[in-house]
């Protein structure tokens, strides 16, 4: 079964497409014509489709890929250049937010990376919960080979994944980072064959979708808090979002179905 022909999509983007299928939603890079490099209308679109996703209640789980044989380029190099000094702004004023609304959003967020996700585009899928790549895929470091630094928290992620002397090397030699190595190295969680992405990412994303939204929305910013927190304070946050969910109606409903031996109904409350 082709998940992909299931959806129902907008039509009001042109730099992305966003589709819905019950409690999954697809956000497509969609300038495949420039390998989907980002320009300033496909920031703000992407932006736009994250706003939507938020506010929608019957959306659990998001799965971000790319049209075409890359994921993306990173940034549009013939925008960028012509930035000059705006840099700066650029990535704080429209690059930064949708990645941050991601890192802080209820929902999972699944990069389905196929070719390169390059620049500003490995940073995106490396700010995404989860990562399926293709075996072919690959995370592309390229800022130094034209005298630039890391942006988008990739400095961020690949530090802290990596360890410093791998990830100074990484970043100084603008090394390509196959799908092998970030699954080995934490960066990425499952390689499959180039021809099954799309409908492994999208089957994928329905079982999460079927989860128990309460226990992964505190589950997410659990981790988020644990990846920089002392143990103490650790503690203290998991026994509060433990009691939140043992409250829920979820729980009751997960231990109703563990008992009766049938697959759980979680509604979120």
Known sequence: MNMMTQFNESEQFDTIR???QGKVAC???NRPGCLNAFNQQMR????QAIDMVDADDTIRVVVINGEGPCFSAGADLKELTAARHGIEAQILNEYKPFLSRIT???????????GAAAGIGGALALTCDLMVMAQSACLFQAFAAIALVP????SWHLVNQLGYKRAFEVCLEADKLTATECISSGLGNRVVADEELQEYAMAWAGRLADGAPLSQKYLKKLLKQAQGDSLHNVIRQEAQYQQFCF????FQE???AFFGKRAAQFSGQ
Not at 44 to 47: F, T
């Open 104 to 114: 802080h959003s209820d929902k999972i967020f699944l990069a389905a990376v196929q």
């Open 18 to 20: 966003f589709r819905t």
């Open 27 to 29: 956000i497509t890079l």
């Open 247 to 250: 409250n829920s109606r979820d």
């Open 254 to 256: 997960g231990v109703s």
């Open 151 to 154: 942006d988008g928290g990739a």
């Open 44 to 47: 703000r679109e992407l932006h």
